[in-house]
């Protein structure tokens, strides 16, 4: 917090600079914004089947609380107000012009998810409203000449995809892959991107596609189905779940291959452990948070003020839930933009600061990881940085990498 | 040909769990005439019972016997409390009533234990059964004591006069009640039984699929697969099918090519639809005849 | 659409006892018409979208009522007859670029035809094993349209953006304005169409079948074929709500289409009341507005107040709205005798 604290009056002082200079655009308010008060809107599931990932709203409620606490942003309270859309994309909508054209919202803060975002992509871009931050890692949020109204935050999945498919060309190039994906919008978009990043060597690399559906009990099948196909890398982007099966079904028949897992499935705390730490060792995978259950953070300022937020103001959450970690950040990167905005919270500067983060860093963010956008750039997270897992916890190596210029 | 062998012997251990919730599914038809939707997150709900008595430092047989009690007087004080009053509501009526109450445990678990996965022990270890076997200590046990509740409820349902009674209830409760069967408490008898059933269920799942509050989402719908196909007059018969939907399911997946992989789901269940085409009591199901 | 009231109410041939209470009926109706034109005047753009989305909700209950209510056969796999009814819209329109207003018949035939020949081998399976099929149907279809050879057509799983109708130039109102309107025409008239299949010679045969269908047969009535027609039919009006649900969201996507839908229609239905169309509507309400309610009285237990909501419900009224609403009718002594004349759709 207390980095985060010391840039926001930085960042507040050019902006009180600006204002000075033009004493005439002095306090210009978009709908939803009073001298005391900024309305922000929010969609996550809370119910249904994907209500685990409620979470990440309720931390962004517990951020602004605290916030509001210590004075709002640049005098202004908070409101967050955060709807249930039970993943599922016609009631986005719903709840989406609920907020716009009832609650009158000043923007809507990271919708979760790819189909629920697409739904009302067009909706927002219409209306002019700010759709900012988006919980999902397609690649088309970054899309700023067609959709300016939309913005994306955290690395996309194709780009970690690519990512992947440099690392095996290096250590593994005539490595035999099997992959494991969620047969929707993001695993296919890790299929994709290891697809285009591997280039005219894909065809002949990947021999084992293992998709499943989130409904299935197991991915028993699928793993036994690979190291009976000979591959000798693994690709695995499971959730947690069927992460962790996939880590320990490998170790149980005796599979050793190039273990490669995605960030979704990384947490220590959520699918390693369960899967058995001293199954999971020599994993490599890919960061761009701090995984609040790894013990390499255990002194990290940034993971202390974390922990400290959550004891203090979520104390009913789940502190091995990386989504704790998301819904923290997505706050503080909305806290950033709209400090930066000063007075003028119209929708239109909204969007234009929000293409105007420089260097900001965030503290559950990787050191060295910074946000950046520009008017042609609406992907504010874009670096990872590869880690191998030494049987406790995950050791960073290498330098921070891009995915392929999307 | 070792794919084939590996790939049966993974379905036969997902197999394993479709089987005991088909049980569970069975059981509680068998004693109230309707299917619960519900049954696998009440085994759910079960599982978090027992893994946090075990948090509290309990021993897992002492665990595992108590949660088996406490289900069983939660499926009878549920069934007392909320399906007693609509027990004589059109069916449908009791089919939503089954989706609340699958609302309200999925809702309750994630909002006491939330939604990361949980590891649950196992009392027979993941070690393989014996050198190169394909399948592991677990999945034997699961397997093995599926069946052996089967033949305990076999032996419960025709050697004890309750079973017989709770049979004579469930077919028909009218004659049941002229010869003096307290129709009611058979009802609620079965639903305490098949509570305790899933729990078992539930625990024996937990350890493959971990715990967590969706996890019986996929295992029911395959296990209601399983019943059916095996039939719903017929406990065995469920077993048997619930098995066989975990080896169609990954056989299919494997070895048809193209389409194999993306829509093994679907061809399963178009599988199973055909089979239901020429046998549309289930595979060992009763014909059942109505009396005009 | 005024026309079909009128036509209801000749429709039963009624004793002098009947008269009053149609004439009430014709009330209500006509008021309920009334304010229903109204009502884009008044409210805000967002309400009327949810007020178009409850009609939607509502049209496909009534789909799935046709077959479970009147002709009880059991459906979970009516997601999937809205999923292809969507779809189809979103096709034509996206890919082959045709007009809107030519997509609600096309998803109405396409459903049509694929409830039809699901019918067929469904006439084998009978309650629970019929539900099974069905389900099937539920599970499959999200992976059908996600299925990687279909992308070109169904944009797999991103799903197809759908441009919004604009209103006829003539007309002095906006998108949603226009949307609901249409939605209330098309809704009008397959109520009405349902009211009348239902009070027909063939809705007797399609009823008839439900209550017996062995002395159904020893009648004459070729219970197959009505059975597999019933089936059509049912397809075709949750096909059409899904073409209009796919113009009111303005997106589809594979996984808007799950079991998860078959559940809240399903709900619907019996919180309306099986076997009865206005009904349908108030289980629309039900499915659009009672998980709202839930979330603002905790967003954390949600689903177990929405749980907790449909008990109650159910406890309150075991038969659904529409016999809450007859068994309060029935109490009200006035019109007590008038009551006992009345077959209504309800058994």
Known sequence: MRQLTRRSILAAVPAALALKAYPARAKEYGPGVTDTEIKIGNTVPYSGPASSYGTIGKAQTAYYKMLNEKGGINGRKVNFISYDDAYTPPKTVEQARKLVEQDEVLLIESPLGTPTNSAIWQYMNQKKVPQLFVATGATKWNDPEHHPWTMGWQPNYQSEGHVYAAYILQNKPDGKIGMLYQNDDFGKDYLKGLKDGLGDKAAKMIINEGPYETTDPTVDSQIVGMKAAGCDVFVNTGIPKFAAQAIRKAAEIDWKPLHILSSVGNSVGAALKPAGLENAKGIISDFYLKDPTDPAWKDDQGFKDWLAFMTKYYPDGDKTDVGNVVGYSLAQTMTQTLTQCGDNLTRANVMKEAANLKDFVLPMVLPGIKLNTTPKDFAPIKQVQMAKFSGERWELFGSLLNGAPS | MELLLHQVMAGLATGAIYACMALAVVMIYQAIDHLNFAQGEMAMFSTFIAWQLMVWGLPYWLAFILTVAVSFIGGVLIERVLFRPIHNAPILSNLVAFIALFSILNSGAGYIWDFTIKTFPTPFGTKPLFAGALIDGHEAGMIGVTLGMLGLLYLFFRGTRLGLAMRAAAANPESARLVGIRVGWMTALGWGMAASIGAVAGMLIAPVVFLEPNMMLGGLLYGFAGAVLGGLTSPAGAVAGGFAVGVIENVAGTFIPYFGRELKLTIALVLIVAVLMFRPSGLFGRREVSRV | ?347
């Open chain 3, 1 to 347: 659409m005024t026309a079909q009231p009128e036509k209801a109410a000749v429709m039963p041939v009624a004793t002098p006892a009947l008269r009053p209470r149609l004439a009430v009926r014709h009330l209500v109706l006509g008021g309920a018409i009334v304010i229903a034109l109204v009502l884009p005047f008044v409210a805000k753009s967002f309400v009327i979208f949810q007020l178009t989305q409850v009609m939607i909700y509502g049209l496909a209950i009534l789909g799935l009522n046709i077959l479970t209510g009147f002709n009880g056969q059991f459906s979970l796999g009516h997601s999937a007859f809205y999923g292809f009814g969507a779809y189809t819209a979103a096709i034509l329109m996206h890919r082959y670029g045709v007009p809107y207003y030519l997509t609600l018949p096309a998803a109405g035939a396409t459903c049509f035809v694929i409830g039809f020949l699901f019918g067929l081998p469904a006439l084998r399976l009978q309650n629970l094993y019929l539900a099974l099929a069905t389900f099937a149907l539920a599970i499959a279809v999200p992976q059908i349209l996600k299925f990687q050879p279909l992308e070109a057509w169904t944009g797999g799983v991103q799903g197809l953006v759908v441009d919004q109708p604009d209103p006829p130039p003539f007309l002095p109102i906006d998108t949603d304005q226009w949307l609901y309107y249409l939605t209330l025409t098309v809704v009008l008239i397959l109520c009405g169409a349902a009211w009348n299949l239902v009070h027909s010679r063939t809705g007797r045969a399609i009823m008839a079948i439900r209550d017996n269908p062995i002395a159904a047969s020893a009648m004459g009535i070729n219970a197959s074929l009505y059975k597999s027609l019933t089936f059509g039919v049912s397809a075709l009006y949750t096909g059409v709500a899904g073409a209009l649900g796919a113009l009111a969201v303005a997106f589809v996507a594979p996984d808007s289409f799950n079991l998860l839908l078959s559940v809240s229609l399903l709900v619907g239905l019996v919180i309306g009341g099986v076997g009865s169309i206005p009904g349908c509507l108030f289980g629309g309400l039900f499915v659009l507005y009672v998980p709202n309610i839930a979330e603002s009285i905790s967003t954390g237990l949600a689903g177990a107040i929405y749980g907790i909501i449909l008990l109650i419900v159910i406890f309150v009224m075991p038969q659904g709205a529409a016999g809450f609403v007859r068994l309060c009718l029935g109490r009200l002594p006035r019109l007590r005798q008038v009551q006992t004349g009345s077959g209504g759709g309800k058994p």
